[in-house]
């Protein structure tokens, strides 16, 4: 398998160099780290949002540093959890005095390291929550986490959270509205082709020419089914009834969908998925508020998508439409 | 090949429909056209900026609809141009009184329907220039081409000429200001994988599992040598090599840079291909105003990226730097 990469080892550091280099106004990183943090911060009378995880997965978690959203991010290696250490480093960078809430992806490794760092931050003075993302409906637990997978709906966990944290809110209620997303949203994933790691060169998993993966993980973790290749209405219907078989909303609700794609799918299939998915959510008499098309959370060069569901209320709307300005999203 | 699409002869039409579907409040389809303009268009007061081309290569041209970029886009099916009829209803749409600037990728289906268009436009009093975009420093004639290919280059034209129309500047001025980023801008490219299209299924041509093709179309058109594997710094050096040898600058010349990736690449490889970039362009003298990393001007599930350099001035960077609020880029 081909990749524009230099010696596998060296590929987190080279990118972490490349998104310093197109965002040197933006991002900085601490020295002896793979911890990206804001330029201008910390952010003097703010809470400082943080999150990290494995590397493979971009934009996330590096692209959403930025006004309104992040103030910091360690990235592991590739697939890897960040190391206590690392994550400990990124604590102290971004407390300007007034806490840090970390969001965590629900991996047994990124949960250890980062509650590790915590500790050591807590005992250092800093005050620091907590929440942990586990939006993957798929599956109850699977390799590399005990209870369900965090994935795509942390992105709109970073957004809100960030938005409030960005509007002088204190740390409990920075949490308080992350801890809201997590208890709304719910995520399903689907893979047409494995991943193949820099270090590996080869695909994680096998899928036969005529099959596709349901319920995948983001690092190629099994799904709930392995199945015939399905068109994109099939697959689509597959995973909005799974999400909102979990979320179980009411009638009239309005929500925020994202259809997310996997790093190696065109736009214009997951514009054919965003398609059919208004269509499902119609049919089931809940309202879009917003509709996310795009890749916010990929894994590496995999083909699929994710859908996302997240009913909001007036709260979560204007944090969700609040500005950010960050590498990858944008509002105005 | 898998794809997340239902019929293959749908796929144009099916995501026309799930962008609209993602941004009712930015996008409105022409009836039974594959046409998108502004929802709130057309603009009084303001020239109209239009493009368009063949499907494939999204966000290129319609995620670029909005406030301070284009005014509409026409889709042709996946790697075919826009008939004539369907560019003439776009510039009729997106006509506010003040004309319309057609931005045209250098292929001989684009060139030759958009004149048509444009012929039978200003029959009917619609004041219509025209740009045509050769970015590509590749290759000289190639398939569907006569000169040099359009390629990722554009979205530059399309933001700066966007930014002049939303100042209020007449035709002659947008005009200026799009050919002024056409005469200082190259772009080369590179293919690690051909893409599949919907319609055959199967890659367009064949490439070695130790083979990359250099100076690639972005429909998988033959470029100037196919070569065994690189490294990312290799294809990066022999990228920028041959467009900062094209365009021919003057140490200390500032530039605004794009690494793009083809449909199939992660941004993480996209980021390591930035960093070499930078360090190249530091040693010849060049100064880095704007980098831009991404997926911009696709080639289906190509993997690749291609590079772009474009010298800048006062008048460029202001133009480029104003805001901007579209479905792919948004600038606060």
Redesign the interface.
């Known amino acids: ?7 596998p080892d060296d ?1 987190v550091d ?6 310093v ?3 040197p106004d933006r991002l900085r990183r601490l020295p002896d780290t793979q911890v990206l943090v804001r330029e201008d911060g910390p952010v003097e009378g703010k809470v400082a949002l943080v999150s990290g995880g494995g ?2 997965h ?2 996330t978690h590096g ?1 959403y540093i930025g006004d309104g959203m992040l103030d910091g991010a360690a990235a592991g290696d590739v697939f890897s959890s960040p190391t206590a250490d690392e994550f400990e480093a990124l604590i102290d960078a971004c407390d300007a005095g007034e806490g840090v809430l970390a969001v965590v992806k629900n991996y047994e490794g990124d949960v250890m390291n980062f509650d590790t760092a915590i500790e050591l931050a807590e005992m250092e003075g800093v005050d620091v929550a907590e929440v942990v993302v586990d939006d993957d409906v798929a599956v109850e637990d699977s390799l590399y986490t005990s209870g369900r997978r965090g994935v795509c709906g942390t992105i709109l966990v970073h957004k809100a959270a960030g938005a409030k944290a960005a509007e002088g809110a204190d740390l409990d209620e920075v949490q308080r509205v992350a801890q809201k997303v997590i208890d709304n949203v719910g995520t399903m994933g689907t893979a ?2 494995s991943c193949v790691t820099p270090e590996k060169g080869e695909p994680t998993f096998d899928l036969g ?1 005529d099959e ?1 993966e349901l319920g995948i993980g983001i690092h190629g973790e099994p799904g709930t089914e392995r199945t015939e ?1 399905m ?3 099939a ?1 689509t219907e597959e995973l909005a009834g799974e999400v909102l078989a979990d979320l179980d909303l009411e009638a009239g609700q309005e929500v925020v969908t994202i ?1 997310n794609g996997m ?13 059919r998915l ?1 269509e499902v959510l119609a049919d089931h008499d809940l309202e ?1 508020w917003d ?3 795009g ?1 916010y959370m ?1 894994s ?2 995999m ?3 994710s859908v996302t569901v997240c009913a909001v209320d007036d709260e979560l709307k204007d944090l969700l439409a609040a ?1 950010a ?1 960050t590498p990858a999203l ?3």
């Open positions: 398998m081909k990749k524009l990469i230099n010696d590929v080279e990118m972490l160099e490349g998104m280099a197109a965002h590397s493979g971009e934009p692209g047409l082709t020419d596709i290749t068109d994109a209405d697959i259809v790093g190696g799918t065109p736009e214009m299939e997951l514009f054919v998925v965003n398609r208004q879009t509709a996310w098309v890749e990929t590496l060069d083909a699929g998508c500005p300005d944008t509002v105005r």
